[in-house]
């Protein structure tokens, strides 16, 4: 029969393979969060682009002109119906769902500039869709964590979305 008295507890060597196992689990966690927010600014700025694509579609086919407004510091943006003369029936109640104030997530940054701005009255909507499916150029960036996405108008008047390195202005 053995003699020795053994020790109860854990050995070093259980020790450091526990703490190992709990440092990777919360890398592999906090890097999830952080590609986690980049998943949605880019997730952002492609429903804004349908949105954006859609309206421009009601606007050519109601024979209407649409404004775009951003509001960068409570990460809304909503599209105005610029009413003509003539202009009702049954595309309206179409029309006021497109127009309806959206919210972006929270988190995500946005910096809204237009590229062309219309001369005359301040008060006048800056970015425009026309019955024709022109649009005045404009870039509305949304920035994730690591990557920023930029949606502008390119030279035929369509939307796209390019992806940026982030932060590197910081």
Same mark, same amino acid.
Request: avoid cysteine.
């Given at each position: ?5 053994? $020790?109860? #507890? ?30 949605? @600014? ?16 009601? @606007?050519? !086919?109601? #024979?209407?002109?649409? @404004? ?6 409570? *990460?809304?943006?909503?599209? @105005?119906?610029?009413? $003509?003369?003539?202009? $009702?029936?049954?595309? $309206?109640?179409?029309?006021?769902? *497109? ?32 019955? *024709? #499916?022109? !649009? ?35």
């Amino acid at each position: 029969m053995d003699k020795r008295k053994r $020790q109860s #507890g854990f050995t070093l060597i259980e020790i450091i393979v526990v703490v190992a196992i709990v440092g990777i689990l919360t890398t592999i966690v906090t890097l999830s969060f952080r590609s986690s927010n980049d998943r949605d @600014a880019r997730l952002q700025a492609q429903r804004f682009m349908a949105v954006v694509n859609e309206v421009r579609d009601e @606007a050519i !086919i109601a #024979g209407g002109h649409f @404004a775009l407004v951003v509001d960068e510091d409570s *990460l809304n943006y909503n599209f @105005a119906a610029l009413h $003509q003369a003539g202009q $009702q029936g049954a595309g $309206q109640q179409q029309a006021s769902e *497109l127009v309806r104030p959206r919210t972006i997530k929270s988190g995500i940054d946005i910096d809204f500039n237009v590229l062309e701005a219309l001369s005359g009255d301040d008060d006048a909507p800056q970015v425009v869709m026309s019955s *024709l #499916g022109e !649009i005045t150029p404009f870039e509305l960036r949304f920035g994730g964590t690591n990557t920023d996405y930029v949606v502008f108008v390119n030279e035929e008047s369509q939307l796209q979305m390019r992806e940026e390195n982030a932060r590197l202005t910081n």
